[in-house]
């Protein structure tokens, strides 16, 4: 149990540390970032961003929010990349002035 919550605890301090690079920095060069697969899934990103809804908080100042919007709860991977460039999904039927860390 103890050795669980000292993973947990480095964990955090990692992800404190990747919160206080820049963001575009942080993408491509956050350890816990460049550990990440490829192909990963939203349960992936939740290990540090803690829930969609702490997301959507974060974002809540954004108009429109991406994170709370009429589409529901969707896959982090829908607009944003371990690896590659992000693809901000929204403006497949919108046209927001949103700009994507990255692109």
Same mark, same amino acid.
């Given at each position: ?11 955090? *301090?990692? !992800? ?6 820049? =963001? $575009?920095?942080?993408? @491509?060069?956050? +350890? ?13 990103? *939740?290990? !540090? ?6 997301? =959507? $908080?974060?974002?809540? @100042?954004?108009? +429109? ?39």
């Amino acid at each position: 149990m103890k050795v669980k919550t000292i993973l947990s605890f480095a964990a955090t *301090l990692l !992800c404190a540390a990747a919160f206080s690079m820049s =963001a $575009q920095a942080q993408l @491509k060069n956050s +350890p816990m970032h460049a550990q990440l697969p490829d192909n990963a899934q939203t349960k992936d990103c *939740l290990m !540090c961003h803690q829930s969609y809804a702490a997301v =959507a $908080q974060k974002t809540a @100042k954004m108009e +429109p929010n991406p994170h709370s919007n009429h589409r529901g709860e969707q896959n982090c991977t829908n607009c944003h990349s371990v690896k590659g460039k992000p693809h901000f999904e929204c403006n497949d039927c919108h046209s927001f002035n949103i700009k994507m860390k990255g692109e």
